[in-house]
């Protein structure tokens, strides 16, 4: 469990954003609700609920309590069972914030208004040791699929009109981002610049990498966009004006280079 004190990102994160429109998707295996976790006994008990949800629990307790309160928990736990490597064994997915609270500070596990990432946690071996092997952004955990290939593939809410999916990797221990998927056009997310950057000139975000594609906003020179990843052939940036806006190209000579 010494993986899991050293991450700690169970409580914390950033989100990028999701939008949805349409377009035909792999069929995947979704994650499926888990009955049976009696959250008030990982508490209570040694081995009354699995190591890595008792430990993310206690360490939510020591916070709650640093600040003065108590934790509380939820009343029916929000845990979700997948197979990422289609070998019988499951793997489980779970964000802290949703499964407890701390009594008089609501917001103490919150990751702001876009949400934390799940924990995607694997049992080593035959004990109850637990290693964290992805942070998923997902929401709801239903629209997140396995796929035949053991790539993750997260949606959208209401999918399956959905403009945009974020697919996860395996990179030898870890599922790490790796690129989405905008209305059937690849973007390349783990090679891509990042980072805030200003608009050079008046500029118009578009729907799709291709010139001539319809247009989803426009913002004027020297407006700050998130670069989220790029077009395949670099011509194209995928950006973000801002947590409320949707997302679109633009060509890349339109980011003013620092």
């Known amino acids: 469990m010494r993986a899991m004190r050293r991450t700690h990102w169970i409580l914390l994160g950033a989100c990028l954003l999701m939008s949805c429109a349409s377009g035909a998707i792999e069929p995947g295996v979704a994650p499926v609700r888990t009955d049976g976790f009696v959250l008030t006994g990982c508490l209570e008990s040694a081995g009354s609920c699995p190591a890595f949800l008792a430990e993310s629990m206690r360490y939510a ?3 709650c309590r640093e600040i003065g309160s108590e934790l509380e928990m939820a009343q029916t736990a ?15 997915l779970f964000e802290i914030g949703e499964n407890v609270y701390c009594r008089d500070a609501a917001s103490l596990f919150s990751c702001g208004s876009l949400g934390c990432p799940r924990s995607l946690v694997q049992r080593v071996g035959e004990s109850d040791d637990w290693r964290i092997i992805g942070g998923i952004y997902v929401e709801p955990p239903e629209v997140l699929a396995v796929l035949p290939s053991g790539v993750l593939r997260a949606g959208c809410p209401d999918a399956p009109d959905c403009a945009e999916y974020w697919f996860y990797e395996w990179m030898g221990d870890y599922y790490a981002q790796s690129y989405l998927e905008v209305r059937g056009h690849r973007v390349e997310f783990a090679e891509s610049v990042h980072g805030l950057h200003a608009l050079a000139a008046a500029t118009e ?5 291709t010139p001539g594609a319809a247009t989803v906003g426009r913002y004027d020179a020297a407006t700050e966009v998130a670069i989220v990843g790029t077009s395949p052939d670099g011509a194209y940036y995928y950006v973000s004006p801002c947590n409320a806006c949707e997302s679109g190209f633009v060509r890349r000579e339109s980011i003013a280079r620092p």
Do not use: C
């Open 205 to 209: 975000l578009l729907a799709e990498p």
């Open 61 to 63: 307790q020591t916070l």
């Open 78 to 92: 929000s845990i979700w069972s997948l197979d990422v490597n289609h070998d019988g064994v499951a793997e489980y």
